[in-house]
T-cell receptor, first 111, second 112 residues
Framework: DARVTQTPRDKVTEMGQEVTMRCQPILGHNTVFWYRQTMMQGLELLAYFRNRAPLDDSGMPKDRFSAEMPDATLATLKIQPSEPRDSAVYFC?????????FGPGTRLLVL | SQQGEEDPQALSIQEGENATMNCSYK?????LQWYRQNSGRGLVHLIL?????REKHSGRLRVTLDTSKKSSSLLITASRAADTASYFCATDHNNAGNMLTFGGGTRLMVKP
């Protein structure tokens, strides 16, 4: 049963610390998405990759966020330095415009 | 405002009743999709309707699409307590590559 996995599931950190979230897309999916979900803003697209190349990261605050795909089995989203307003659930999804398969999310709390 | 705005934002019904959620969007689409999110979980794809389709069924789900009004509806018939979740529409626009634009969601509560 193929699924997207994300680690960690929960992360509590202090303001100013670096946070790295990891995602393993479904094998064979060439498009990977990073979303952020909050009560106030809903689901926001931060960045997405096709064949490991970044296609759009306009939704991401560039000064502190970075997203990479070092290989086809791993996508990372890094926040440095983290701020309390970054507290949210971060989802990775893989697939296509026909269907996206979401991971369980990383719940981030920045104190 | 966002593409794919859902209406209502929240809906509470009794088990056995039908639930109808609506979605509106602004620019032309290739397809429109509905997703479901249980509390604390990721979104799960439910159904896709292409721009040249008007209605689609999947089990207790019925989706309609009116491209002239740029709107879609999701009907869940004979609802169950297990249908309690948030439901999102997502639009695939012609010039957006593989991107989907998600709406704000409808929170559905089905009371037993």
């Amino acid at each position: 049963d193929a699924r997207v996995t994300q680690t960690p599931r929960d992360k509590v950190t202090e303001m100013g610390q670096e946070v790295t979230m990891r995602c393993q897309p479904i094998l064979g999916h060439n498009t990977v998405f990073w979303y952020r979900q909050t009560m106030m803003q809903g689901l926001e697209l931060l960045a997405y990759f096709r064949n490991r190349a970044p296609l759009d990261d306009s939704g991401m605050p560039k000064d502190r966020f970075s997203a990479e795909m070092p290989d086809a089995t791993l996508a990372t989203l890094k926040i440095q330095p983290s701020e309390p307003r970054d507290s949210a659930v971060y989802f990775c999804a893989s697939g296509s415009s026909k269907t996206q398969y979401f991971g369980p999310g990383t719940r981030l709390l920045v104190l | 405002s966002q593409q794919g705005e859902e209406d209502p934002q929240a809906l509470s019904i009794q088990e056995g009743e039908n639930a109808t959620m609506n979605c509106s969007y602004k620019t032309s689409i290739n397809n429109l999709q509905w997703y479901r999110q249980n509390s604390g979980r990721g979104l799960v794809h439910l159904i896709l309707i292409r721009s040249n389709e008007r209605e689609k069924h999947s089990g207790r789900l019925r989706v309609t699409l009116d491209t002239s009004k740029k709107s879609s509806s999701l009907l869940i018939t004979a609802s169950r307590a297990a249908d309690t979740a948030s439901y999102f529409c997502a639009t695939d626009h012609n010039n957006a590559g593989n991107m989907l634009t998600f709406g704000g969601g409808t929170r559905l509560m089905v009371k037993p």
